[in-house]
């Protein structure tokens, strides 16, 4: 079964600055994705980026980043210039390449950053 | 679009009465999701509906939990009778299989659910 451990269950950072938010996975699949999730105060879960496991390429989404090591099996999450609004809950999610086995999302703990003004 | 709809946002319901939680997907989405998120046990996926057939129930707790989705719009979470444990917030989430495989899950805002 797969796993999706989050090791910090709290973070901080000075607005401006820049943070990274760490999430290792265990599986036995070659190809799957991997997802960070943001759940603000209103509990709404967003979407902040996903990365296919065949892609070398680091994904970006403005001031967010990752850094996916496969074989380490690490998917770390950095936010740039960081935002008032960057506070919230993060949560890594892991998901094996659709097939017959299914689509579930496997979810970390999640990671609470908070934003120092 | 409007994204995921669940309702209602909150409910209060005293232990043994009978809960149901709705959803509407995001339109042209064949596949859907409940998920229940606690402090003890995080986000936990319940069920999930491809095409409006239950794949997989293994996260549904107990028999009193129960789920449909008699169309391809609509879906509902039943808890009878509902205990104090069940407080919760009652995710569901929709995501499409296009040609990328991409599969992104769009979460709905939940519903808190409280049972005393």
């Known amino acids: 079964a797969q796993t999706v451990t989050q090791s910090q269950p709290e973070m901080s950072v000075q607005e401006a600055e820049t943070v990274t938010l760490s999430c290792t996975y265990d599986?036995?699949?070659?190809?799957?994705?991997l997802f960070w999730y943001k759940q603000p105060p209103s509990r709404q879960m967003i979407l902040v980026i996903r990365?296919?496991?065949?892609?070398?390429q680091n994904a970006t989404e403005n001031r967010f980043s990752v850094n996916f090591q496969k074989a380490a099996k690490s998917f770390s999450l950095k936010i740039s210039d960081s935002q008032l609004g960057d506070a919230a809950m993060y949560f890594c999610?892991?998901?094996?390449?659709?097939?017959?086995?299914?689509?579930?999302?496997?979810f970390g703990g999640g990671t609470r950053l908070m934003v120092k003004p | 679009d409007a994204g995921v709809i669940q309702s209602p946002r909150h409910e209060v319901t005293e232990m043994g009465q009978e809960v149901t939680l709705r959803c509407k997907p995001i339109?042209?989405?064949?596949?859907l999701f409940w998920y229940r998120q606690t402090m003890m046990r995080g986000l936990e996926l319940l069920i999930y509906?491809?095409?409006?057939?239950?794949?997989?129930d293994s996260g549904m707790p107990e028999d009193r939990f129960s789920a449909k989705m008699p169309n391809a719009s609509f879906s509902t979470l039943k808890i009878q009778p509902s205990e104090p444990r069940d407080s919760a917030v009652y995710f569901c989430?929709?995501?499409?299989?296009?040609?990328?495989?991409?599969?992104?899950?769009?979460f709905g805002p939940g519903t808190r659910l409280t049972v005393t």
């Open positions: 990365q296919e496991a065949y892609k070398q």
């Open positions: 339109s042209g989405h064949d596949y």
């Open positions: 989430a929709s995501s499409f299989r296009g040609l990328a495989g991409g599969h992104e899950q769009y």
């Open positions: 599986t036995s699949e070659s190809d799957y994705y």
């Open positions: 999610a892991y998901r094996a390449r659709p097939n017959n086995a299914g689509n579930m999302l496997t």
């Open positions: 509906f491809n095409n409006n057939v239950p794949i997989d």
